[in-house]
């Protein structure tokens, strides 16, 4: 089992070495000169760009920048911000809680609503329940996130008045929180009824009912359990996706996370502070993935020997 | 009609520290009134000298002061400093302020703070726009009430200069580590609470503030309690936020605004005099706009009225100058005769001299900045060009790029690609806007000549106005013929808000300052 961590930390590792490579190239990829597009105020002079150049070593060859980079990175130093000169990992400290507040509100939507309509379209495959379960899922993985929360924003906080439009309080959380959950609970329902369909055709599901064992039993203890393992490695990548989704999702509802925060410093340039969310974004995701990795062996003990 | 917005504060619920926001708010009485502005962005500093963008002004007009005040034509008049003598040659400002002036932490505002303010603009790190101070050499304190500025030369910028809000007052009772950042002490009407970054800026009521010369009707400090200015991104949200209640006053979608002024239930207010131009400006490095014709020729295929029309839907106005409405020297009959009517015969006549016709047509590429439904617009230009023969390509980015870009466009002589030209869009409260684009070096090493040169000089060197204004037009008349800055129209970004009708006493001074000293929230 140590062994098996080892090597999910390791991957997470090079995940987390190329995205400093990606970040690095990045400035150098932007149409025009990064520094004037940067700081180019119009009463800023040619020495003074030239001084900030150098300041951020932009004027060194491309590999002796990534050195710079990956030094200043040991020591948990993101650089500052353009936009109020501020630690950037200061900054996005500051704000993840908002994300990740919203990322686990929607998870848990997204697991609740998607596993439970996954397992009723498979209980009841070829009904209109398991029908009408699937087109709301295709539906859900069809419409985009903007959309969807602009919907339930007109629904509950424009019409009904039951919920607050953006951030202030708690109820904030709500609409962003169902808005990514919903679209993901579509994914993982599909995926849930796939995989229980598979579980209740299996012997050992028909062997417990041909035992006597009451159906509820059959259906909770054997079939669930076992059918939730390929749902479960998901949940991984399904965390990628919400904080992706958190992205477009914290703009549409003002809620103050790092997914808004990227865009404020895509509209700024702020370079720097584009540079480390993404390097932010790539380690969380890296290390959510090595924690559900390494969940999901210790369901399933066949994983850890495969 | 819903009340939530005027409930008392300490109904309203609070942040759960479950999920760790930092969104906390510092409290204010029971039953007081707060008012909540929302704004696309947030600001970049609350430092005046850390920052250029509107947004950032708007912020720093709440907080601080400024010696003098634009009356709503855009003239400087009094304000913290009521009286002002100039020396015979032009060269020295002697300023009597009013007496009373508070900062916000209490100490008295005088002479030192002045001088702390403009030593600060020029000192190791210097303002943004130091250069629009003027050639200050020296600021001296006579008494606690009057200060003397010295310049290097007559500068015809300087009063304007001195009712802007880069100029705003500073009180030398600031903390440098946290000024900016966190702290903001100023005199203006009201102080800051807390600034949480990203999210929204409150402030409360400054009881100590007078306004000297401000052009709104209270003279006292405003009349209710608290302001919170929020930044909402999407324009959807904020248009359900204005009709929920939870936001008073917010820019509202532009596809929107006929519907809300069909329904009523919001009122929709423009800014007039805001000193913002969008304009074509033209890479003149190189082929095809090193030659006047093809300057001319997008000039004449051009049918801005038609354009405004359809995207804007009568907010915003044609703008024959290349400075716009609420600036000095600004007239729309003078500039309109060296303009360039739409008149796609002469277009087409210009291209043909040059060797373009509808086999060949005049390839480029429109460069146009984000927001403001200029992607819209651009697509109608586009489709005008086209009508005369000139393809060009759409390529849209945000304005700093684009300025970065438009100047590399005009240091690259010899790129093998078409020049370029852009909408490009400026906002200023001085026709030196002028001098600060086209003399060379220039903001983007565009056009220049050592004409041109000579004629902006004159008008920074020349302080009487009526002088001043004559070599303000002389300018305008050579840049409009030589189709250099060709303007479009104005306002063109941040200038329409939707109000709700419990607020009452809305202002939006000139150069798009929003006053809120007038106002007062009813019950609804």
Request: glycine residues 8%.
């Amino acid at each position: 089992m140590g062994k098996f961590i080892v090597q999910r930390f390791l991957a997470a590792l090079v995940t987390i070495w190329i995205a400093t490579i990606a970040v690095t190239i990045l400035i150098h990829l932007v149409p025009g000169d990064p520094v004037r597009i940067m700081y180019g105020s119009f009463q800023t002079t040619p020495e003074e760009l030239e001084a900030i150049r150098v300041r951020l070593g932009l004027d060194q060859p491309i590999w002796r920048q990534y050195i710079m980079y990956i030094g200043r990175l040991l020591q948990g130093d993101l650089g500052n911000s353009i936009v109020g000169d501020q630690p950037v990992l200061d900054i996005l400290l500051t704000r993840f809680p908002a994300t990740l507040s919203l990322t686990l509100a929607s998870l848990a939507i997204a697991v609740v609503v998607g596993m439970s309509l996954g397992f009723l379209a498979a209980y009841k495959r070829g009904t209109w329940v398991d029908v009408s379960s699937m087109v709301l899922a295709i539906v859900g993985v069809s419409m985009p996130h903007f959309w969807l929360g602009l919907l339930l924003l007109f629904l509950f906080a424009l019409q009904l008045q039951w919920l607050p439009v953006a951030g202030g309080d708690w109820r904030s959380l709500i609409l962003p929180a169902m808005t990514l959950g919903l679209a993901n609970a579509a994914v993982l329902a599909r995926l849930t009824r796939s995989a229980m369909i598979d579980i209740f055709d299996q012997d050992f599901v028909r062997t417990a009912r041909a035992k006597g064992l009451p159906k509820s039993i059959v259906l909770y203890r054997h079939a669930l359990r076992s059918g939730l393992v390929p749902v479960v490695s998901m949940l991984g990548l399904q965390f990628a996706y919400l904080m992706g989704g958190a992205i477009v999702v914290e703009n549409v509802f003002a809620w103050n996370g790092v997914g808004r925060l990227a865009i404020e410093a895509v509209f700024a340039r702020d370079y720097p502070l584009i540079q480390g969310f993404i390097l932010f974004f790539a380690t969380i995701v890296a290390l959510a993935s090595v924690v559900i990795d390494v969940a999901y062996a210790f369901l399933d003990p066949r994983i850890r020997y495969s | 009609m819903d009340r939530r917005h005027l409930k008392p504060l300490w109904r309203r619920p609070v942040l759960s520290a479950a999920i760790a926001l930092p969104l906390a708010v510092t409290g204010v009485a029971a039953g007081a009134q707060e008012l909540v502005w929302a704004r696309y962005g947030d600001i970049s500093s609350l430092d005046p000298h850390r920052a250029t963008s509107t947004l950032s002004m708007q912020v720093w007009d709440q907080i601080y002061d400024t010696l003098l005040s634009f009356d709503m034509e855009g003239t400087p008049g009094p304000n913290m400093a009521k009286s002002w003598e100039v020396s015979e040659d032009g060269l020295e400002y002697t300023f009597t302020l009013n007496e009373g002036i508070m900062c916000h932490d209490g100490s008295a505002f005088d002479a030192n703070d002045v001088k702390f303010t403009i030593d600060r603009a020029f000192g190791d790190t210097p303002s943004l726009t130091r250069t629009s101070w003027g050639p200050i050499t020296d600021v001296s304190v006579i008494d606690p009430l009057t200060v003397k500025v010295t310049l290097g030369s007559t500068f015809g910028a300087f009063l304007p200069f001195l009712a802007d809000s880069f100029s705003s007052m500073v009180c030398d009772s600031n903390t440098a580590d946290t000024f900016g950042s966190t702290t903001a002490i100023g005199t203006g009407p009201f102080s800051l609470v807390e600034w949480v970054k990203g999210d929204e800026i409150v402030l409360d009521t400054n009881p100590d503030y007078v306004n000297w010369g401000e052009p709104i009707d209270n003279a006292g400090p405003p009349q209710f309690d608290r302001l919170i200015i929020r930044t909402v991104p999407e324009p959807q949200t904020r248009l359900a936020a204005l009709r929920t209640g939870e936001v008073h006053i917010a820019e509202p979608p532009f596809d929107d605004v006929a519907a809300i002024k069909e329904a009523g239930e919001l009122e929709i207010m423009v800014a007039e005099n805001t000193g913002q131009n969008v304009f074509w400006e033209f890479t003149i490095s190189r082929p095809p706009f090193d030659d006047i014709r093809a300057r001319q020729a997008v000039a004449y295929a051009t049918d801005a009225q038609m354009a405004i029309d359809i995207i804007y839907g009568g907010l915003s106005q044609r703008e024959w100058c290349p400075i716009a409405r609420g600036v000095f020297g600004n007239d729309q009959e003078f500039c309109k005769q060296y303009g360039y009517e739409y008149n796609p015969e002469k277009a087409t006549e210009l291209l043909a001299e040059m060797g373009y016709g509808p086999s060949n047509p005049l390839e480029t590429t429109m460069f146009v900045w984000t927001g403001g439904n200029r992607h819209k617009l651009a697509e109608i230009f586009q489709a005008q060009l086209a009508q005369v023969g000139i393809k060009a390509a759409i390529e849209i980015m945000d304005i700093g790029t684009m300025n970065a870009r438009v100047k590399e466009q005009n240091e690259s002589p010899d790129a093998d690609t078409p020049g370029t030209f852009d909408m490009m869009t400026w906002s200023w409260y001085d026709p030196d806007i002028l001098y600060q684009l086209w003399h060379s070096p220039g903001a983007y090493s565009g056009y220049q000549t050592p004409e041109l040169d000579a004629m902006l000089e004159e008008t920074r060197t020349t302080i009487e106005p009526e002088a001043r204004l004559k070599k303000v037009q002389a300018v305008i008349k050579y840049l409009m013929e030589n189709a250099v800055h060709v303007g479009l129209y104005t306002p063109g970004w941040e200038w329409v808000f939707a109000v709700r009708p419990e607020v009452e006493g809305f202002k939006i001074g000139p150069f798009l300052h929003p006053n809120f000293q007038d106002v007062t929230l009813s019950d609804g």
